[in-house]
């Protein structure tokens, strides 16, 4: 079965830290990249889409490596409100819509 | 903002009984799935859904799932004999394409499923 994997956590940071985290795709195939972030017990919710050359909103930057299969997000200055888990997902296929999450990679920030 | 709405928040039902999960996708959008999430695991997708046919599925969506759009605005996913390893929340998504800038899927709040 084709993986998205990614960072176990959890992070554990301060309030105005820089945190990263690392997604990893097995499909060479795949087309569409994002980062959704899901609250406890509530639906994914999209964070950010991520593009070939990279984007940023605000605080957060992702970056795609196609070459590696590799994904990013960079959060800058975190807030306490950024506590969450960060789902990393990949769409296989132009034609395709079957999302595949990662597990997810739990965020807390601390005072 | 127009959101993905999903009724029953929470639906308690008895191993061998049919349950029907409702969902009311985003208006315009005209892709819709089923998604799942097992407690302490990760989001797995069921089922997607364009033009009144099943696009794709999973592994996961065998005889004992069906979706139905039964009006213009309600998508639903029906289990028919719930078993305990049923339970989990149940996750409606709707997309305006698939593939492409306007692929993005957003969710509803989900319905928690308890099969006893």
């Known amino acids: 079965r084709k993986e998205v994997e990614q960072d176990p956590g959890p992070f554990n940071v301060p309030e105005g830290a820089t945190v990263a985290f690392n997604c990893t795709y097995s499909?060479?195939?795949?087309?569409?990249f994002f980062w959704y972030r899901q609250d406890c017990r509530k639906e994914p919710k999209l964070l950010m889409s991520?593009?070939?050359s990279g984007n940023e909103d605000g605080r957060f930057t992702a970056q795609l490596n196609r070459a590696s299969q590799y994904i990013s997000l960079l959060i800058r200055d975190s807030k306490l409100s950024d506590s969450a888990t960060y789902l990393c997902?990949?769409?296989?296929?132009?034609?395709?819509?079957?999302?595949?999450f990662g597990a997810g990679t739990r965020l807390t920030v601390k005072p | 903002e127009p959101e993905v709405t999903q009724t029953p928040s929470h639906q308690v039902t008895q191993m061998g009984q049919e349950v029907i999960l409702r969902c009311v996708p985003i208006?315009?959008?005209?892709?819709f799935y089923w998604y799942r999430q097992i407690l302490g695991q990760k989001v797995e997708f069921l089922v997607s859904?364009?033009?009144?046919?099943?696009?794709?599925k999973s592994e996961i969506f065998d005889d004992q799932f069906s979706v139905e759009r039964p009006d213009g605005s309600n998508f639903t996913l029906k289990i028919r004999s719930t078993k305990l390893e049923d339970s989990a929340m149940y996750f409606c998504?709707?997309?305006?394409?698939?593939?492409?800038?306007?692929?993005?899927?957003?969710f509803g709040p989900g319905t928690r499923l308890t099969v006893l």
């Open positions: 859904f364009y033009n009144n046919e099943i696009s794709e």
């Open positions: 991520v593009y070939s």
């Open positions: 208006s315009n959008h005209l892709y």
């Open positions: 998504a709707s997309s305006e394409e698939a593939g492409g800038s306007t692929d993005t899927q957003y």
């Open positions: 499909n060479s195939a795949s087309q569409s």
């Open positions: 997902v990949v769409i296989e296929g132009w034609n395709n819509n079957d999302m595949r």
